[in-house]
């Protein structure tokens, strides 16, 4: 046997020694615990103000999602959660999302349910609704560029007074500088 055959040998007897002597640990201890690493993204959300423009509320999001649906999905839900800095909600019902996806072109299509009769009056409060979270998303959302919203998972072409026949880029006009 060579030496370093000999030393190999050695080296195996003595871990094989040194874990004889060490008590059993059990199922539990014996794992190595890694600790879960939480990412935390600042993401920029758009609710009512003052004038009737849209006011950024910057919030944290653990864990949001790089691209995508799911991204999509993270950034309305927080929408939908309502601010945080005691503003207006942009949605006056308790909306939840059905769905979301982008297609190729870049169009993100967000589907929600839809308003109660009367739940959205006035150009000010649909201006708000839309844009809001038509800001939200292109503005959080790498790829995106235009927003497509859809009710009970139907096209519509009106919200009040706004066309929503198409999918709509952001107006940076209706946000408070």
Same mark, same amino acid.
């Given at each position: /046997?060579?030496?370093?055959?000999?030393?190999?040998?050695?080296?195996?007897?003595?871990?094989?020694?040194?874990?004889?002597?060490? =008590?059993?640990?059990?199922?539990?201890?014996?794992?190595?615990?890694?600790?879960?690493?939480?990412?935390?993204?600042?993401? /920029?959300?758009?609710?009512?103000? %003052?004038?009737?423009?849209? %006011?950024? %509320? &910057?919030?944290?999001?653990?864990?949001? @999602?790089?691209?995508?649906?799911?991204?999509?999905?993270?950034i309305? &839900?927080?929408?939908?959660? *309502?601010?945080?800095?005691?503003?207006? @909600?942009?949605?006056?019902?308790?909306?939840?999302?059905?769905? $979301?996806?982008?297609?190729?072109?870049?169009? &993100?299509?967000?589907?929600?349910?839809? =308003?109660?009769?009367?739940?959205?009056?006035?150009?000010?409060?649909?201006? &708000?609704?839309?844009y809001g979270?038509?800001? $939200?998303?292109?503005?959080?959302? =790498?790829?995106?560029e235009?927003?497509?919203?859809?009710?009970? *998972?139907?096209?519509?072409?009106?919200? *009040?007074?706004?066309?929503?026949?198409?999918?709509?880029?952001?107006? =940076?006009?209706?946000?408070?500088?």
């Amino acid at each position: /046997m060579s030496g370093a055959a000999r030393v190999a040998v050695a080296v195996l007897a003595a871990a094989v020694v040194a874990c004889a002597r060490s =008590p059993q640990l059990s199922g539990e201890a014996a794992q190595v615990a890694t600790p879960e690493v939480v990412v935390i993204s600042t993401v /920029m959300l758009f609710f009512p103000g %003052e004038a009737g423009l849209l %006011e950024r %509320e &910057a919030r944290d999001v653990a864990d949001l @999602p790089e691209s995508g649906p799911a991204r999509i999905r993270a950034i309305v &839900a927080e929408v939908l959660a *309502g601010s945080q800095d005691r503003r207006a @909600p942009l949605l006056p019902w308790t909306a939840t999302l059905n769905a $979301a996806f982008v297609d190729r072109a870049g169009n &993100a299509y967000v589907d929600l349910s839809g =308003p109660p009769d009367g739940a959205v009056e006035g150009t000010a409060s649909e201006s &708000a609704l839309v844009y809001g979270i038509v800001q $939200a998303v292109v503005a959080n959302c =790498p790829g995106v560029e235009r927003v497509q919203l859809l009710f009970d *998972g139907s096209e519509v072409t009106t919200l *009040g007074h706004l066309d929503l026949s198409r999918p709509l880029a952001p107006r =940076p006009e209706l946000v408070a500088p």
